[in-house]
């Protein structure tokens, strides 16, 4: 059974920094790419940043370029998002997400990827 659970949500003040991490398990990963997406009251889910496990290649929406890093951790099937200058409008409930072998022309949406976390929230006060 594949599981997915984020954590390192929290609150924090607008230009502070939180490291999210996702702790992936239940099957193997390497040749996977796995996403970040965040969900904001009133707002449809928006893509974040993605990887893929094997080569490291990364993605970003242009929203968070320059200011969030994604990266993983091979041997704690781990992935985690770096999130640095954060915004009030950065506040969200985010998730993570593993794409069942690397689909480029889907990585950047939603549903493009199988398996989901129960997300972790991030409030950033102004």
């Known amino acids: 059974q594949v599981r997915l659970v984020e954590s390192g949500g929290g609150l924090v003040q607008a230009a502070g920094s939180l490291r999210l991490s996702c702790a992936a398990s239940?099957?193997?990963?390497?040749?996977?790419?796995m996403g970040w997406f965040r969900q904001a009251p009133g707002k449809e889910r928006e893509f974040v940043a993605a990887?893929?496990?094997?080569?490291?290649?990364?993605y970003y929406a242009d929203s968070v370029k320059g200011r969030f890093t994604i990266s993983r951790d091979n041997a704690k099937n781990t992935v985690y998002l770096q999130m640095n200058s954060l915004k009030p409008e950065d506040t969200a409930v985010y998730y993570c997400?593993?794409?069942?072998?690397?689909?480029?022309?889907?990585?950047?949406?939603?549903?493009?990827?199988?398996?989901w976390g129960q997300g972790t929230q991030v409030t950033v006060s102004s």
């Open positions: 239940g099957r193997t990963f390497s040749r996977d790419a």
């Open positions: 997400a593993a794409q069942s072998g690397v689909r480029l022309a889907t990585i950047r949406r939603g549903n493009g990827y199988d398996y």
């Open positions: 990887i893929t496990w094997s080569v490291g290649t990364t």
